[in-house]
C-alpha cells in the first residue's frame, strides 16, 4: 500500500510540473517594475488552449534564439496599429 501511495505521488508530481503548472524565473530587467530579475512565476500551461490572450495579460512564450522561456506583455490584438517611438 505505501508503495502504491509513493509512486502515485511521484506520477501525480510529474505529470502536474510537466502538464499543467509549471515555473518560469524572470531573466533580465525588460519587465521591471512589475518583474523584477530572478523572479519565479507559476504558468497554467492549458489556459490559452481555451481562450485567446488578452490585451495587458503576461504570457510565456520560447524564445527562438536561445531555446528558453521568456515572460512579455501582450500590448497588441490582431487588427490593432502599434507604434514604436
Do not use: Q, Y
Amino acid at each position: 500500500l505505501l508503495l502504491c501511495v509513493l509512486l502515485w505521488s511521484v506520477l501525480s508530481f510529474f505529470f502536474t510540473s510537466r502538464c499543467v503548472i509549471a515555473t518560469v524565473e524572470v531573466r533580465g530587467e525588460s519587465m521591471e517594475p512589475t518583474l523584477v530579475d530572478s523572479d519565479r512565476r507559476l504558468v497554467h500551461r492549458w489556459s490559452l488552449l481555451v481562450r485567446e490572450p488578452r490585451r495587458g495579460e503576461l504570457i510565456v512564450l520560447k524564445d527562438h534564439i536561445d531555446d528558453s522561456w521568456c515572460i512579455k506583455r501582450v500590448i497588441g490584438m490582431p487588427g490593432d496599429v502599434v507604434e514604436l517611438r
